[in-house]
């Protein structure tokens, strides 16, 4: 049987002649090996050196072989331990078992017998280092996906890319702020996997899917008999995301009352569970969002100040997808590659004129609502290529039809948008003769939103005062 001298042993007993025996046979088998004479050198050795197993009598002097055993269990050494005696009982062997031990063997044996049990323990062995290898290698890989998930190379996704990664790594608090559908989860995500908490919990609660009469109990837990029902102990949110991220989408949505003790836990760092005594503290790192503004929610009365501040120390504002348009060309290859794998169709590819109307519509919905439109394109495909009647029918308006050369000088993403804003609205105020409340319904956008831009680009034209203008 041959061995890699990789694997060294210690052997411990207090009798000479069974030590140099034992030393000699497995040093013959390849191993490397050390002895000692009783439990505390042992100690002493394992504290300085590394060993694949240990050979461990029962009886020895100073200490003996479940006294060593407790000992480095608590000392967290990382061996296989096989413990021997002339004097073994089956209460003795199962008290080894309990402690840890690897296995345990009956004095006097053969050889064969050591030398098998020593082949399958160095064996485990090596498997268990070459997990820790590879979950440390996952870590890794994580570390380095971070972002991975969030694709474009916009410049405005990319600044903010630049600040997610810059405060990843520090525990400052971190408002994830954007409208719906821009992927505010897969930045905190990133977040917390570029953190030094990424071997922890990551834990997503939306604020405003939860009864407002759970959510206490939900973020911080309760007691058996807090209140009927509560048969027994359970932990909230906080601590279930302890020693990681604790991710609170939708925070706007959360009751002024909530507000007020999340603030405190955020500040003092502990919880009471509903029916509990005492506080607990709790280690966590908490991100939240929102796609409410809530500077205007601290003016309305419906969100505090003192929280906000808290909570907002870093803002990573995530820009909507009609500010990076340029990136429509990449998400849709990304998209078609995940959602045609995942649907079973092989989707050869899709026609400039799609991706024109695609790049021409003001995705309210955002990314989300681009992977959805996509998923609708690859069901009407036709032999796997994707043209504008793959897409929904509500894209082909025809307010949303651009000339060909009406962006045929331009170069800039931040110009071109602007262009084609003005280019839609001036388009949609002519078909509505003017009515803005007609027009903001044509282009899916909200009335003031509308106003603010004809402002902003300093539209004229002929008007006509609808019901809704002041």
């Known amino acids: 049987m041959t061995q890699l001298m990789t694997h060294t042993v210690l052997i411990i007993d207090d009798e000479a002649n069974m030590l140099d025996m ?17 439990g505390l050198q042992g100690i002493e050795l394992v504290e300085k050196s590394t060993f694949d197993c240990i050979l461990c009598d029962l009886k020895m002097p100073v200490m003996d072989g479940l006294q ?5 269990k608590t000392r967290k050494i990382e061996a296989s331990v096989i413990m021997m005696s002339a004097f073994a009982t089956i209460d003795t062997a199962v008290q080894a078992m309990k402690i840890g031990a690897y296995d345990f063997i009956t004095k006097p044996f053969k050889i064969d017998e050591i030398l098998c049990i020593l082949d399958k323990a160095t064996e485990r062995m090596q498997l268990k280092k070459e997990n820790c290898h590879l979950r440390q290698k996952v870590k890794e890989l994580e570390k380095e996906r971070g972002f991975v998930e969030i694709i474009g190379e916009s410049r405005a996704l990319t600044e903010i890319l630049a600040l997610a990664k810059r405060v990843a790594v520090h525990e400052t608090s971190v ?21 030094s908490r990424s071997a922890g919990p990551f834990v997503s609660i939306n604020c405003g899917a939860i009864p407002e009469n759970l959510l206490e109990s939900e973020f911080f837990g309760y007691t058996k008999g807090a209140f009927t029902g509560a048969d027994s102990d359970r932990k909230g949110l906080f601590e ?7 991710f609170l989408d939708e925070i706007g949505e959360l009751p002024l009352g ?21 506080t607990k503290k709790v280690n966590v790192r908490v991100l939240a969002a929102t796609a409410k503004n809530l500077v205007n929610e601290v003016t309305e009365g419906r969100f505090r100040q003192d929280l906000l501040f808290r909570i907002n120390v870093v803002e990573l504002k995530i820009p909507p997808l009609r500010d990076r348009l340029g990136d429509i060309p990449i998400l849709v290859k990304a998209f078609l590659a995940s959602e045609g794998g995942r649907m079973n169709v092989q989707i050869q590819g899709i026609a400039s004129s799609a991706l024109a109307l695609l790049g021409s519509y003001a995705w309210p919905g955002n990314v989300r609502e681009l992977k959805n439109v996509l998923e609708h394109a690859i069901i009407y495909a036709e032999n796997g290529w994707i043209g504008t009647d793959s897409l929904p029918k509500y894209m082909h308006r025809a307010d949303l039809e651009v000339p060909a050369n ?30 803005r409340s007609q027009a903001a319904d044509l282009l899916e956008m909200s009335y003031p939103s509308l106003l603010g831009k004809i402002k902003e680009y300093w539209i004229v034209l002929p008007e006509k005062q609808d019901n809704n203008q002041g």
């Open 258 to 278: 909530l507000q007020v003790k999340l603030l405190r836990v955020l500040e003092e760092r502990e919880i009471r569970p509903l029916g509990a005594g005492k």
């Open 22 to 38: 034992l030393a000699a046979s497995l040093r013959k088998a390849g191993y490397a090996v050390v002895t000692v004479q009783n």
């Open 240 to 246: 279930a995301a302890s020693a990681g991220t604790l």
């Open 175 to 195: 408002l994830i702020t954007g409208e719906s559908g821009t992927g505010k989860e897969l930045f905190a995500r990133g977040l917390h996997l570029l953190s």
């Open 68 to 72: 060593f055993l407790e000992e480095i």
């Open 406 to 435: 009406v962006l045929s000088d331009i170069f800039s993403i931040k110009e071109g948008k602007a262009f084609l804003e003005k280019y839609l609205i001036e388009k949609a105020l002519l078909k509505t003769n003017g009515n």
